[in-house]
């Protein structure tokens, strides 16, 4: 009798633990059938873009982080980038970049965001070129002419191969020549520029970077990806406190780009499924969110990584917050003492070329999970790798319908931005995901419109 009381006492509080894990931000899973996705509604003013990042389409970025890696083997014979690619020549956005405003121009889009290559700004520690400054500087002119609406990105996973020599982020006194880079091209383009992302995907970075090792510097330490979070998010903070009290700093937004994936139980009744999941989102998504609503930073993996900071600034450190979002990645535990989970796409979800699958509904979750800051918000990134480009057209009019509905539910989206306008140099992935609404052809450069991105255009026309 005893063991049956004790069996249906821990029965208990193993479907009440679930039940716990369940209700934090439940999976969603629409009635597709049942919904009409051209039933859209975006609000006055709604900014429709498309987003690019420096190293990925510009070109002859030869002097940072990631040309150092890509120049690299990782040791055992494999390729660090797929196929041996190294970015090179990428879009040759430096050079093609009116061709490209056109490209925008015809997709109907009116916003541009774009990150700008420190390297090529700040080539040796305290030396500007003037020549890079100039440049962007045209683009900044051309892109408002043709009456498009640039965001800067400041950093873009890439920095100059002198600040990665002096350990870059990993160190807190490094975050100082980073503000200062911000500061000079703020005083630059902050007369024609008015929206402004500091940092891209901290999370993203430092996971990849430190702790799966696959980016630059390829290090595998959970403690040092810690460390590198909490610096970058200093980096965050002092930077926009600083622009802020530049000249125009009060007339322009400025706000972080913050990546989610939610890590969803890949067996909804498995506890360890859920508790690996809610691990990584407390470590990944809510650890950030609260640094910014309570101003504290904490995250504790037992054996791996243990981080607590506070910085009261910032509470009050985002005009906006920018985020992009591709997909959930259901969590499985495995028995496995050094690699205690994996991911694996839902078979019941259309894959995408990518290690997800597409999940507009997910798309929907994180615009109420990232509401919580109490921010405008704009959507960054979105788009799919589809070298097929037989679910581009289907992934654009979900999400999209996905969107307007966190909007009509209470969401304040002000902008989306398609990742992305050109296929381009997708890091570690080298050429091989097309994520572009252009399709480019890489040995003559030549751009063509993809047919699935029409979806892109019509919904845009439609709804500008
Ligand atoms: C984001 C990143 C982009 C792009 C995109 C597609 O995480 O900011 O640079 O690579 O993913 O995978």
């Known amino acids: 009798m005893d063991f049956i009381f004790s069996l249906l006492f821990l029965g208990i509080i193993y479907v009440l633990l679930i039940i716990y894990f369940r209700s934090r931000d439940p999976e969603l899973h629409w009635n597709w059938a049942r919904l009409n996705v051209d039933d859209l509604s975006f609000p006055e003013g709604f900014i429709w873009g498309a987003a690019t990042a420096a190293h990925q389409v510009e070109g002859a970025c030869d002097n940072n982080n990631w040309h150092a890696w890509e120049q690299g083997g990782d040791g055992d014979g494999r390729d660090r980038i797929r196929g041996g690619a190294v970015s090179g020549a990428a879009c040759e956005h430096w050079t093609r970049y009116p061709e490209d405003i056109r490209l925008m121009s015809n997709l109907g889009i009116r916003a541009y965001r774009f990150s700008l290559e420190w390297s090529k700004i700040e080539p040796e520690e305290g030396k500007f070129n003037q020549a890079a400054l100039d440049h962007y500087s045209v683009v900044v002119d051309a892109l408002l002419t043709a009456g498009i609406e640039p965001m800067i990105t400041l950093y873009h996973f890439t920095h100059p191969i002198w600040f990665m020599k002096k350990g870059g982020f990993e160190k807190l006194e490094n975050v100082a020549f980073f503000q200062r880079f911000c500061e000079k091209v703020f005083n630059e383009y902050s007369d024609r520029v008015k929206k402004w992302c500091t ?14 090792g696959d980016w630059p510097p390829g290090k595998q330490d959970g403690q040092i990806m810690g460390k590198v979070m909490q610096h970058l998010l200093e980096a965050h903070v002092r930077v926009y406190r600083a622009l802020k009290i530049l000249p125009n700093g009060d007339k322009v937004e400025i706000g972080l780009v913050k990546n989610i994936f939610q890590f969803d139980p890949w067996r909804p009744w498995h506890l360890a499924d859920n508790l690996a999941g809610r691990l990584l989102n407390r470590v990944f998504n809510d650890s950030i969110i609260d640094f910014f609503t309570t101003g ?11 981080v607590d ?3 009261s600034q910032a509470l009050h450190s985002n005009d906006f917050i920018g985020l992009n979002y591709y997909s959930h990645l259901p969590v499985k535990f495995k028995w496995d003492r050094n690699d205690f989970f994996e991911f694996r796409a839902r078979p019941t979800e259309i894959p995408t070329d990518m290690e997800y699958s597409i999940y507009p509904e997910g798309f929907y ?12 918000i704009y959507v960054t990134e979105n788009g799919i790798a589809d070298f097929q480009d037989d679910r581009r057209k289907h992934y654009i009019r979900r999400y999209l319908y996905a969107l307007s509905r966190a909007i ?4 304040d989206v002000r902008g989306y931005y398609y990742w992305s306008l050109l296929d381009n140099f997708e890091w570690a992935e080298g050429y091989e995901m097309k994520f572009g609404l252009y399709q480019i052809d890489f040995n003559t450069q ?3 419109l993809r047919d699935g991105a029409v979806a892109y255009q019509e919904i845009i026309a439609r709804h500008d």
């Open 199 to 212: 940092i891209n995907e901290i999370e993203v970075e430092a996971t990849q970077s430190y702790f799966k």
């Open 296 to 306: 504290r930073f904490k995250i504790f993996i037992p054996g791996l990584v243990t």
């Open 309 to 311: 900071h506070f910085n």
């Open 365 to 376: 979750r994180a615009l109420k999970q990232i509401g919580k800051l109490g921010l405008p």
């Open 408 to 411: 009509s539910t209470g969401s």
């Open 446 to 448: 030549k751009r063509v």
